[in-house]
């Protein structure tokens, strides 16, 4: 797999760095971002994978979040991906910041035009994997997963519809019940089909959560008190919470901050401490 580099500026001791390759599942070009720790210059280190939220591209996370110290201090490695395909000159794809371009959701689209590409899922959970740990100096099988928002989400979706293949998982301020928010109906509608078509269940975290039966596995939630998206209820953590309060196999921990909004400012203030929680399942 051709993997191109697009830029290297070396941050805390480590390198930050963005590439390009072509995606079998999403059939376009996709760049994605890499933090490589110090430690990683002589041995192995494991990954979280940073899923982002509408709007974003591979960028966003990588100069507002402020991650690399603490994924230099802790030596994990940080792949941040796009957040859709990109440039697959599908009618419409550039028209909304909610759907489309920007805006892939992390699922598998099963309508056309969007099937062809709209595959973040199979994407993020096993073409990414792959060619991360091919590529660089990562531990085969050692990863956790986070996200914001429409990436918050996705990452519980990946988590957890893949038991045991990420360490811990953790969302910042995540659409946690896709199917019951504006946001996530548009998209459902666009990329599956009509709530009737049966498939929106299969891809919302909190449906998920109602009958995961995997091994047991944690579920983190930050969500800020004065997040606008929040108090319009695009993000609906409290159901989440529910459905995961009624399945033993999960636990749920919802740690709401006070005045915090929807934007990076909020992600920086508390990247830190999800790192070193995700740093105690890596580094275990
Ligand atoms: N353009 C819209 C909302 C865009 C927005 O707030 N995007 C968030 C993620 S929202 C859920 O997925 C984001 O991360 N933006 C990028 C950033 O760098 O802040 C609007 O303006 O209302």
Same mark, same amino acid.
């Given at each position: 797999m051709a993997l191109q580099q697009v830029s290297c500026n070396k941050i805390f001791g480590g390198y930050q760095k963005v590439f390009s390759h072509p995606s079998k599942e999403l059939a376009c070009d996709m760049k994605f971002a890499i933090y490589l720790p110090p430690e990683s210059e002589t041995r192995k280190v494991p990954v979280l994978y940073w899923l982002s939220g509408l709007t974003?591209? /591979? /960028?966003n996370f990588v100069i507002k979040a402020g991650a690399q110290r603490y994924a230099a201090e802790h030596n994990i490695c940080i792949v941040c991906p796009d957040t859709s395909p990109r440039n697959?000159?599908?009618?419409? /794809? *550039? *028209?909304?910041?909610?759907?489309g371009s920007g805006a892939g959701f992390y699922l598998n689209a099963t309508q056309e035009p969007w099937k062809k590409h709209y595959n973040m899922y199979n994407y993020v959970t096993k073409e990414l994997i792959a060619l991360i740990s091919e590529n660089f100096p990562v531990v085969p099988g050692k990863q956790s997963i986070c996200g914001h928002s429409m990436g918050g989400h996705g990452a519980l979706i990946c988590a957890l519809k893949n038991p045991? @293949?990420?360490s811990s998982v953790s969302a910042f %301020?995540?659409?946690?019940?896709p199917i019951n928010a504006p946001w996530g109906q548009k998209a459902f509608q666009g990329? @599956?089909?009509? %709530? /009737?078509?049966?498939?929106?269940k299969e891809w919302d975290a909190t449906e998920l959560a109602a009958v995961y039966n995997g091994v047991p596995m944690e579920l983190l939630i930050d969500q800020g008190t004065e997040d606008n998206f929040y108090k319009q209820k695009q993000l609906l953590p409290e159901n989440l919470v529910a459905a995961a309060a009624k399945n033993d196999r999960l636990k749920c921990v919802l740690q709401m901050r006070e005045g915090? *909004?929807?934007s990076y400012f909020y992600i920086a203030s508390f990247i830190g401490e999800h790192i070193g929680y995700h740093a105690k399942f890596l580094n275990a």
């Open positions: 974003c591209t /591979e /960028e697959v000159n599908l009618p419409g /794809e *550039d *028209d909304s910041y909610d759907f045991g @293949l990420y %301020a995540p659409i946690s019940n990329y @599956l089909g009509s %709530a /009737e078509s049966g498939q929106w915090y *909004d929807h």
